[in-house]
């Protein structure tokens, strides 16, 4: 049996290649992932295709295991910095052959907050799975997502938040949006260590996510759930 350090990417299999890649993110391996990655566009995959069944089906597995307290948060930033090392490869590919997209997200610590591991790993899982993000960074004010939304106009607006202090700031942006006009042109996502249902439900929110790979998984239910309601109407 071969050591497991002499496994050759380029001799496997595409199969056994996104086998091996989806273990390589799973450790957080960044200069496999980019070999992984050139690998398979050589051979004639879609960028479109890399992404999903090699990068963004890898990170599923990863925040799965996160959720399931299997992974914890340091272990997930580097399979996520591993991600964004073949998404730097494939974004400007995927902007050229113009693949679906999701959606748009915009997403920022509230204001007074400068917690952002949580918030950086809901952009990275989000944009692993195909929406577009819009990092607005830490101690993001009302008008800077106001701002934000008039720029960009997403489908989603996330808010994230540690301190308790800070939590009824996202009430301050979600009233605001309600005052402009606005509030039912974006879904908007709450989430955050003391945050719960209860209180996303107090502030107005469409939801409460409990992490990154659950924000995965209401946000695409959320706009197919759209989707099918611009249909039907």
């Known amino acids: 049996m071969a050591d497991e350090d002499d496994i ?34 050589e051979r004639g995959w879609t960028p ?20 399931d307290g299997i992974l914890f948060v340091p272990e997930v930033l580097l399979s996520a910095n591993a991600m964004k090392a073949g998404m730097t490869i494939l ?8 693949a679906p997209k999701q959606g748009k997200l915009v997403i920022g610590t509230v204001k007074g907050d400068i917690h952002d591991i ?3 790993l809901v952009g990275m899982m989000m944009e692993g799975a195909g929406f577009d993000v819009v990092d607005l960074g830490i101690n993001t004010s ?35 949006l309600v005052q402009q006009g606005i509030r039912d042109d974006v879904i908007v996502l709450v989430g955050g260590a ?37 249909a039907a109407g």
């Not at 974004?91 to 113009?98: D, I, M």
């Open 8 to 41: 050759v990417l380029s001799e496997l299999s595409d199969d056994d290649l996104v086998a091996q890649m989806k273990d390589d993110l799973y450790d957080g391996l960044k200069e496999e992932i980019e070999e992984g990655t050139q690998i398979l566009l």
């Open 48 to 67: 479109y295709d890399v992404l999903t069944k090699a990068l963004v089906e890898g990170m599923r597995i990863v925040g799965e295991d996160f959720r």
């Open 91 to 98: 974004r400007p590919l995927l902007a050229e052959t113009g």
């Open 118 to 120: 949580g918030k950086n």
């Open 142 to 176: 009302v008008e800077e997502y106001l701002a934000a939304i008039e720029e960009h106009k997403p489908e989603f607006l996330g808010m994230s938040a540690l301190l308790t202090t800070t939590m009824p700031y996202m009430k301050v942006v979600i009233d605001t």
């Open 194 to 230: 003391p945050l719960n249902e209860d209180f996303a439900k107090a502030v107005g929110a469409d939801a409460y996510c409990r992490d990154a790979a659950v924000t995965v998984e209401t946000a695409k239910d959320l706009i197919k759930r759209k989707h099918n309601q611009l």
